[in-house]
């Protein structure tokens, strides 16, 4: 069985094929940060235009590095929502119109549904014990599912304001460090001390295994201001004192991140624990989930980066699974921005 997922619901044009959902057969992302760097964050109306452009040129190299034809398919898949409307729309046009084309069934996936089933795609040699808690952590979510069976997610917990890659990003964009805030922040944090500024984050108390991130970006920009900090003028040279304070705010994000995540771990007892999302790219979030897995006694999957941040494999292996399920769309289907799940 063989998928071709296109995903369009940010700022990354990507195509895919995938076999029986495990085997990747190409594989291609067009990234569109560079361009939304000077504007510190993602434009929808620039995204949208830009996946216009980006969208046929990905997927023929998708189809051309897959070595095999649109007769081959068996399905084509596409990311509904949740996203930017206008870039959603753009994928489901692309798709709609190579399944309506070459007579192929047309699969409407969730992107989240997409960043769960990335640690399966990406370990396809290994059974991972269900049911799973799995941490979703990316630019637009920041979920914890547990997945009792394969292509079932059944939402815990979630942010009640910002992503934690959000947070990232505004950090970063607050300091002059640029789009996506998440990688630069990874690597100067790196070797720096944690414990200079104390952001630790106030837990959701009302019974929910909720997130919050919006009062540490609150409490990242007091500080910035009392201490007058300026923000980076050469990226090459920054600061320790900002090194610093990028090293405590990221150990409060994965601090917050991972308590709540072995709290759900004790009161849910799953089989395995999944880390997923753009934010899953964090070396100190995987070295640290690393730990609670084994203090937890629990196995722990995490996809490559190239696996965690958006792409279409993800979609593709998610429309696998939902295919397998009954899932279908006809030709209205439309783009939903908020999507649940
Ligand atoms: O999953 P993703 O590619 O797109 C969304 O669905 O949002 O996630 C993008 C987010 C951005 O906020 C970015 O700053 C963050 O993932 N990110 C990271 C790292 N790499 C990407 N955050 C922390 N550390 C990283 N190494
Ligand atoms: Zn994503």
Redesign the pocket.
């Known amino acids: 069985m063989k998928i071709l997922a296109v995903e369009t ?2 700022d ?1 044009t990507a195509a895919a094929v995938v076999e029986d959902g495990r085997r990747i057969l190409s594989n291609v992302v067009s990234s569109q940060a560079e361009i939304h760097a000077r504007y510190g964050g993602v434009v929808p109306e620039v995204a949208s235009r830009h996946h216009i452009e980006n969208i046929a040129p990905v997927v023929s190299r998708a189809m051309a590095d897959s070595g095999l034809g649109y007769a081959d398919m068996d399905a084509i898949a596409v990311t509904q929502g949740p996203g930017l409307v206008g870039c959603l729309l753009v994928g489901l046009q692309c798709a709609k119109g190579i399944a309506f084309v070459h007579g192929k069934p047309l699969v409407p996936v969730h ?1 989240i549904a997409g ?1 769960i089933e990335a640690p399966f795609l990406a370990h396809p040699d290994r059974e991972i014990p269900l049911p799973a808690l799995a941490l979703v952590v ?4 920041t979920n914890l599912f547990e997945v009792p069976r394969r292509g079932e997610y059944m939402l815990l917990g979630r942010t009640r304001d910002d ?1 934690a ?2 947070a ?2 505004k950090v970063a964009k607050l300091l002059g460090l640029g789009y ?4 630069v ?2 690597r100067l944090a790196k070797g720096a001390n944690d414990r200079v500024v104390d952001f630790t984050i106030a837990k959701v108390k009302d019974g929910r295994p909720d997130f919050s991130f919006s009062g540490l970006k609150t409490a990242v920009l007091y500080h910035v201001r009392r201490e007058g900090i300026a923000p980076v003028t050469d990226p090459a040279n920054v600061p320790g004192e900002i090194r610093d304070l990028l090293a405590s705010f990221q150990r409060a994000v994965v601090t917050a991140l991972l308590r709540r995540m072995r709290e759900v771990a004790v009161a849910r007892r799953p089989a395995s624990l999944l880390l997923t ?3 899953a ?3 100190r ?1 995987r070295a640290d989930a690393a730990v609670v897995a084994a203090e937890l006694g629990l196995p722990l999957f995490v996809p490559p980066i190239a696996l ?3 792409n279409a494999a993800m979609i593709a292996a998610a429309a696998h699974v939902a295919f397998a399920r009954g899932a279908r769309a006809g030709f209205d289907l439309n783009a939903d921005p908020h999507l649940a799940l």
């Open positions: 619901s940010c990354e992107h960043h990316s630019g637009g979510h992503a890659g959000e990232y990003d996506p805030g998440g990688p922040v990874d999302g753009g934010v790219a964090n070396s979030l965690s941040t958006d």
